[in-house]
Nanobody
Framework: QLQACGGGLVQAGGSLRLSCAVS????????MGWYRQVPGKQRELVARVTSAGSTNYADSVKGRFTISRDNAKNTVTLQMNSLKPEDTAVYYCNADLRVVPVTAYRPYWGQGTQVTVSS
């Protein structure tokens, strides 16, 4: 139900834009976000945005990455600028979805997209 796109290879200092769309039968969406994972390490939060538009970022990406969402289109986007080699990872989009009314929100994950930043 989450489809991410936009990863790729870029040189240090460059930019990439990741997008993720929620599809299927959805009643409502709560928080949405992006996480990343490198081999041998735990998945970590990159950025998150609430349904009201409040955002929070990992310290390592503050000032370089911007997360946004379009509630009408059920999409979340991560604009990544001034990329560094240490940003190299598989990036996963995440959304807390309520599929039917009067049920708890559950986390859903996209398939992951590779971002590689060369030095």
């Amino acid at each position: 139900q989450l489809q991410a796109c936009g990863g790729g290879l870029v040189q240090a200092g460059g930019s990439l834009r990741l997008s993720c769309a929620v599809s299927g039968s959805i009643y409502s969406i709560n928080g949405m976000g992006w996480y990343r994972q490198v081999p041998g390490k735990q998945r970590e939060l990159v950025a998150r945005v609430t349904s009201a538009g409040s955002t929070n970022y990992a310290d390592s990406v503050k000032g370089r990455f911007t997360i946004s969402r379009d509630n009408a289109k059920n999409t979340v986007t991560l604009q990544m600028n001034s990329l560094k080699p240490e940003d190299t990872a598989v990036y996963y989009c995440n959304a807390d979805l309520r599929v039917v009314p009067v049920t708890a929100y559950r986390p859903y994950w996209g398939q992951g997209t590779q971002v590689t930043v060369s030095s």
